[in-house]
């Protein structure tokens, strides 16, 4: 099957920049709880932009990769194409437990107390009727976080698509436990294929805490997009949304403000571009003005840029929450007396999506209208064959691009 690839990196040497498209093995599965799935669709992620870029922080991370080259990609959408024995056990129980099968169909797909009688009935039926995706941070299950339901934080998380094989080929594997299986008719392929990236602003929204509270979104990239469109269908007051252009390029701006019109329709109520004083200085009276003083109750920062940072100490209220998702590089001054302390600030670190509360709330979300409004706005705005992932990561690297989906 063909795979797009990169090479391990060796950490004294140059890393080549791009990607490879290469004919590798189709996986096969080696253990029982072992799921085989199709890929029918998967999304380019900015961390697989920083991979075909080359980017140090992901060079030190794909430096631990445990093959050789790497099929990258984590997010994705698919079908059941195989299931190891006791995966496929554990599939039949899900379909009774949440009663997405009726009882002749339980004893025409041979279901009875556990055991699985007709294995190609079964998977038939899961291949025709269900679509798939997958939690790709593989976590120990037994260390202090994974056994207290912080399984997003095991300092032992091993990545699909960075340090084992991923989603962007015709095949991945994934164990049963951390499958994601959703009706056919429950969510559009296009909306599977990258809820990886809608778990995340979905797990920063879950952890601000935005009901009924003025919210900054900080960035307007995809997840600042995602951040908005979460936290108006989770019941934020006023969303306010930064961005930041290069000012001396004419083309940035109307892109960032073609971004803030997608941020207006998807829920924000005032889009700055605070690459510009006057406009980041709106945006501080703006917010002075609508919170009469008080401030922003939640910060959600997605930009990973500190300037931002800046902005969040700036806008938010005293006992406010900072919940971080952007990555910054480098390191900033922070006053921890004068800027958190005294102000009783929380700011929470925010990394992957909570197993599986993320994806539960993100879900149910998604089918209550979400979905719709993004495909219906035009989220995704290219869908290409892997064979074109050249395009796909040029106009994701530009800028023109919000969602870019690769079809195997
Ligand atoms: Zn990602
Ligand atoms: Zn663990």
Sequence with gaps: MLALTKPRPKPSHIWDKGLNLKEKKEPQIQKPDEVKIEVLASGICGTDLGIYNSKESVKKEMAHAQIDPVTIGHEFGGKINQAGDSALEDLGRMLIEKHWITETEKRSLGLNNGKVTKKANLLKFLSQNFLVSAEMHLTCQHCRQCITGQKHACPYTRIKGIHQDG??????????????????????????????????????????????????????????????????????????????????????????????????????????????????????????????????????????????????????????????????????????????????????????????????????????????????????????????????????????????????
């Design 167 to 408: 989603a962007f080929a015709k095949y991945v594997i994934v164990p049963i436990s951390n499958l994601v299986l959703f009706r056919k008719d429950e969510l559009p392929i296009e909306i599977i294929a990258f809820m990886d990236a809608i778990g995340n602003a979905m797990h920063t929204v879950q952890e601000g805490g935005v009901l009924g509270n003025n919210v900054a979104v900080l960035g307007c990239g995809v997840q600042g997009l995602l951040a908005t469109a979460v936290a108006r269908v989770s019941g934020a007051s006023k969303i306010f949304v930064t961005g930041a252009s290069n000012p001396l390029v004419r083309e940035s701006q109307k892109r960032m403000n073609k971004k803030f019109l997608l941020a207006r329709k998807l829920g924000a109520d005032f889009c700055f571009d605070v690459s510009f004083k006057s406009d980041r200085l709106k945006f501080l009276e703006q917010v002075k003005k609508e919170t009469k003083g008080v401030g922003i109750d939640c910060v959600l920062e997605m930009s990973g840029n500190y300037q931002a940072y800046h902005d969040a100490f700036e806008v938010i209220r005293n006992g406010g929450k900072m919940a971080l998702l952007g990555l910054p590089a480098g390191e900033t001054k922070i006053d921890f007396s004068n800027q958190i302390i005294f102000r009783g600030i929380t700011i929470q670190g925010i990394i992957g999506r909570k197993v599986f509360s993320s994806w539960e709330t993100m879900t149910a979300l998604l089918k209550s209208g979400l979905a719709k409004k993004l495909l219906d706005l035009g989220f995704v705005t290219h869908q290409l064959d892997l064979k074109n992932y050249v395009k796909g990561f040029k106009a994701m690297q530009a800028g023109e691009a919000i969602k870019v989906l690769l079809r195997p």
